[in-house]
């Protein structure tokens, strides 16, 4: 256990400080970017020991394994972010254990999300999933499309709509990557000069372990990393 907690602090520490520099080299300041530990792959005591560590906000891909470990560590001060693809039929159960939902993918899903919020008492933070890349493999609304449901979007009075997310190109490398991270911040700019007056774009989540740092200089504000704070270096 000394071993692992030791390795994940070290671990947290060395992404903060590649964070940082990151958002210096984009004219903006550390805290300006808002770490999100991808926990998909790990279990309970890589978890605890990454709390302790320091980092509370944790991303979960899969909502089975979100209420899973919600519920065992319901002690820790953990803030919950769903990353993932939601089906319609889990966001009940969803809702109440989550600080935000980035991967609202369909009005379908959203008008879902804002009705379980209504009968939960409460107002859902999410993000707009964005499939910049186009690949079919992908969840997310297609560029062209946002525009048009964010009026549809912006009636629904139990979600706080905060901003975009995506996820980088398959193939490619951090070329592909940049491409599509600029394609997501110039599409949040262009939306954000005919936006309901109850949306805001403030939030571009977008990068992981191999392409947060590209992520952040092209405009990132949530970065959604895992394999870079567990593994052995």
Do not use: Y
């Amino acid at each position: 256990m000394a071993d692992l907690a030791e390795r994940i602090h070290r671990n947290l520490a060395e992404v903060r400080d590649r964070i940082a520099e990151a958002a210096r080299r984009s004219g903006r300041t550390p805290d300006s970017i808002h770490l999100v530990a991808v926990t998909k792959f790990v279990g309970e005591a890589e978890i605890r020991a990454l709390v302790e560590a320091g980092c509370t906000t944790l991303g979960e891909s899969r909502p089975q394994q979100l209420w899973e470990k919600a519920a065992t560590l319901a002690e820790l001060p953990i803030h919950w972010h769903l990353i993932g693809h939601l089906q319609r039929n889990k966001a009940k159960r969803t809702v109440p254990l989550v600080e935000m939902i980035q991967s609202v993918d369909s009005l379908d899903l959203a008008v879902a999300l804002d009705r379980h919020a209504d009968e939960a008492g409460r107002r859902v933070p999410v993000l707009l999933e964005v499939n910049v890349s186009g690949e079919p493999a992908k969840h997310g609304f297609a560029p062209a499309e946002v525009a048009t449901l964010l009026p549809d979007l912006g009636r629904l009075a139990h979600l706080d709509i905060r901003g975009l997310m995506c996820m980088a190109s398959l193939e490619g490398g951090l070329d592909a990557a940049r491409r599509d991270f600029a394609a997501l911040r110039d599409l949040r700019d262009r939306l954000q000069g005919d936006c309901p007056e109850t949306i805001r774009l403030d939030e571009l989540s977008m990068g992981m372990s191999g392409d947060f740092e590209v992520a952040i200089e092209e405009g990132a504000t949530m970065v959604r990393i895992g394999s870079a704070l567990f593994e052995e270096r």
